[in-house]
């Protein structure tokens, strides 16, 4: 297991993993785009040269957003998501952060169990948030 940061050669295949992971994936565009940002910051996860999990985290002035975290099915419940949030925490803290907050939807424990396990808390929801009109939780970890 290898963590780096992404490189613009990695956008397919974490556009074809986000497609794998998501009903309402991020186009190829929109990631490239992201990743040209000089505010974001992303790392990805390989094993066997194949991409398994990655994340991207965008950086304001005291805020940061994580934007980005996504596991393939297969590698997922190791440790894996962790990490990727735990490597984004780190940047941001590093980057002079003293929160950072995220949107996550309602129907998804696995991810809102991994976030309160990195030291998230909810905040509210945000009703019809995705395109399907499913609602996201807002959550917030603020750094000491």
Same mark, same amino acid.
């Given at each position: 297991?290898?963590?780096?940061?992404?490189?613009?050669?990695?956008?397919?295949?974490?556009?074809?993993?986000?497609?794998?992971?998501?009903?309402?994936?991020?186009?190829?565009?929109?990631?490239?785009?992201?990743?040209?940002?000089?505010?974001?910051?992303?790392?990805?996860?390989?094993?066997?040269?194949?991409?398994?999990?990655?994340? +991207?985290?965008?950086?304001? =002035?005291? *805020?940061?957003?994580?934007?980005?975290?996504?596991?393939?099915?297969? %590698?997922?419940? @190791? $440790?894996?998501?962790?990490?990727?949030?735990?490597?984004?925490?780190?940047?941001?803290?590093?980057? +002079?952060?003293?929160?950072? =907050?995220? *949107?996550?939807?309602?129907?998804?424990?696995?991810?809102?169990?991994? %976030?309160?396990? @990195? $030291?998230?808390?909810?905040?509210?929801?945000?009703?019809?948030?995705?395109?399907?009109?499913?609602?996201?939780?807002?959550?917030?970890?603020?750094?000491?």
């Amino acid at each position: 297991m290898s963590l780096r940061s992404w490189t613009m050669e990695d956008i397919d295949a974490i556009a074809a993993l986000e497609a794998e992971c998501f009903s309402d994936p991020w186009s190829r565009r929109l990631l490239a785009q992201t990743f040209l940002s000089e505010r974001f910051y992303g790392v990805l996860m390989e094993e066997n040269a194949a991409i398994v999990a990655y994340g +991207g985290i965008a950086m304001g =002035f005291e *805020e940061a957003e994580l934007e980005l975290v996504a596991v393939s099915e297969m %590698y997922r419940r @190791c $440790g894996r998501g962790r990490a990727i949030v735990e490597a984004l925490l780190e940047h941001a803290e590093k980057m +002079g952060a003293k929160r950072v =907050f995220l *949107e996550v939807r309602v129907s998804n424990a696995s991810a809102q169990m991994l %976030y309160l396990g @990195c $030291g998230f808390v909810g905040l509210y929801c945000r009703t019809r948030y995705y395109p399907d009109g499913e609602d996201a939780i807002v959550m917030v970890k603020e750094f000491a």
